[in-house]
Antibody, heavy 120, light 113 residues
Framework: QVQLVQSGAEVKKPGASVKVSCRTSGYSFTDHTLYWVRQAPGQRPEWMGWIGTGDGNTKYSQSLQGRVTFTRDTSASTVYMELSSLQSEDTATYYC?????????????WGQGTLVTVSS | DIVMTQSPDSLPVSLGERATINCKSSQSIFHTSNNENSLAWFQHKPGQAPKLLISWASTREPGVPDRFSGSGSGTDFTLTISSLQPEDVAVYYCQQYYDIPPTFGQGTRLDIK
């Protein structure tokens, strides 16, 4: 069955960077784009962008452009999200999610989430 | 960006009763190219991964109980649970995928009255 398993919770100081992994299984890795979505406490989910798992092409939300980087390791069926210059506003649960079908901009499977806490 | 607004924020419903969650988009999300509305509904239980329930406003995912149904068109949409079960307690989100960036509603917390 399709699974997306994310790395564990992180606590970071302001100004630091964090890298979250998302290991996929149960399907052909390069057949589906992977999204990243975050949800701050009490807030609605926020789309961060995506990475094309076949070609590595990325698209980032305007609000995070310049601070976020998505990468992939096709041999490990894993994608990574790195967010730099962390501030308290970046405290959130970060999710990876698989695009349902190419060009259909919604996910069908999600990871369990990774809580990132930014605190001095 | 398209703004998605759900109502109510919180919804207590008795077991076996109907639950209705509304979602309104700030502009039409109806595609004339395929005559479909670009709206999905997700269920999110604490500590679990969100689950896709419905896409294209009314297409239920395989394995989703038929007590869940989606309706609406243009800017106004509804998720209905015909007979609430204990396992339906969750937060429900709508998401539009008509335009980039995809955007979510603020969520509706559904619990037992």
């Amino acid at each position: 069955q399709v699974q997306l398993v994310q790395s564990g919770a992180e606590v970071k100081k302001p100004g630091a960077s964090v890298k979250v992994s998302c290991r996929t299984s149960g399907y052909s890795f390069t057949d589906h784009t992977l999204y990243w979505v975050r949800q701050a406490p009490g807030q609605r989910p926020e789309w961060m962008g995506w990475i094309g798992t076949g070609d590595g092409n990325t698209k980032y939300s305007q609000s995070l452009q310049g601070r976020v980087t998505f990468t992939r390791d096709t041999s490990a069926s894993t994608v990574y999200m790195e967010l730099s210059s962390l501030q308290s506003e970046d405290t959130a649960t970060y999710y990876c999610a698989r695009e349902f079908r190419s060009g259909w901009f919604f996910p069908d499977y999600w990871g369990q989430g990774t809580l990132v806490t930014v605190s001095s | 960006d398209i703004v998605m607004t759900q109502s109510p924020d919180s919804l207590p419903v008795s077991l076996g009763e109907r639950a209705t969650i509304n979602c309104k988009s700030s502009q039409s999300i109806f595609h004339t190219s395929n005559n479909e509305n670009s709206l999905a509904w997700f269920q999110h239980k604490p500590g679990q991964a969100p689950k896709l329930l419905i896409s294209w406003a009314s297409t239920r995912e395989p394995g989703v109980p038929d007590r869940f149904s989606g309706s609406g068109s243009g800017t106004d949409f509804t998720l209905t649970i015909s007979s609430l079960q204990p396992e339906d307690v969750a937060v429900y989100y709508c998401q539009q995928y008509y335009d980039i960036p995809p955007t979510f509603g603020q969520g509706t917390r559904l619990d037992i009255k």
